[in-house]
Nanobody, 126 residues
Framework: QVQLVESGGGLVQAGDSLRLSCVASGRTLSNYAMAWFRRAPGKEREFVAAISRDAFTSYADSVKGRFTISRNNVENTIDLQMKSLNLEDTAVYYC????????????????????WGQGTQVTVSP
C-alpha cells in the first residue's frame, strides 16, 4: 500500500505563488494516477488537478491556467505549482492516489481514489 505525505503549505498573500509536494512511499507511483483535492472551511472537498500515469492532466475550471500538476516517477513525487493565488484558494490540500489500469486514466471524483495524504494547509491573505 502506498503512503502519501504532503508538504509545502503555508500562509501567503493574494497574488503569490506556492508549490505543494506529495511524497509517496511503499510503492512506486508509476502504476497510479494522482490528484490534488482541497477542502475549504465550511465547504465540501473539491477536485483541483489530476495527472495520469502517462502525464496527461486535468484541472478544475477555478484553477486552470494558474495551477500546474506534475509528477516524477523516479523520485516518487507529485507537485502542484500554484500561481496567482486568491482568497478562494484557502483550503487544506490533499494528495490522492488511484490505482489506474489505463495509462491515461485520471479520475476527477474523490471516491475513485484509494489512498490519501493527511493534507497541508494553504492560507491566502488579502
Amino acid at each position: 500500500q502506498v503512503q502519501l505525505v504532503e508538504s509545502g503549505g503555508g500562509l501567503v498573500q493574494a497574488g503569490d505563488s506556492l508549490r505543494l509536494s506529495c511524497v509517496a512511499s511503499g510503492r512506486t507511483l508509476s502504476n497510479y494516477a494522482m490528484a490534488w483535492f482541497r477542502r475549504a472551511p465550511g465547504k465540501e472537498r473539491e477536485f483541483v488537478a489530476a495527472i495520469s500515469r502517462d502525464a496527461f492532466t486535468s484541472y478544475a475550471d477555478s484553477v486552470k491556467g494558474r495551477f500546474t500538476i506534475s509528477r516524477n516517477n523516479v523520485e516518487n513525487t507529485i507537485d502542484l505549482q500554484m500561481k496567482s493565488l486568491n482568497l478562494e484558494d484557502t483550503a487544506v490540500y490533499y494528495c490522492a492516489a488511484h490505482r489506474a489500469p489505463f495509462l491515461s486514466s485520471r479520475p476527477v471524483l474523490a471516491h475513485a481514489y484509494d489512498v490519501w495524504g493527511q493534507g497541508t494547509q494553504v492560507t491566502v491573505s488579502p
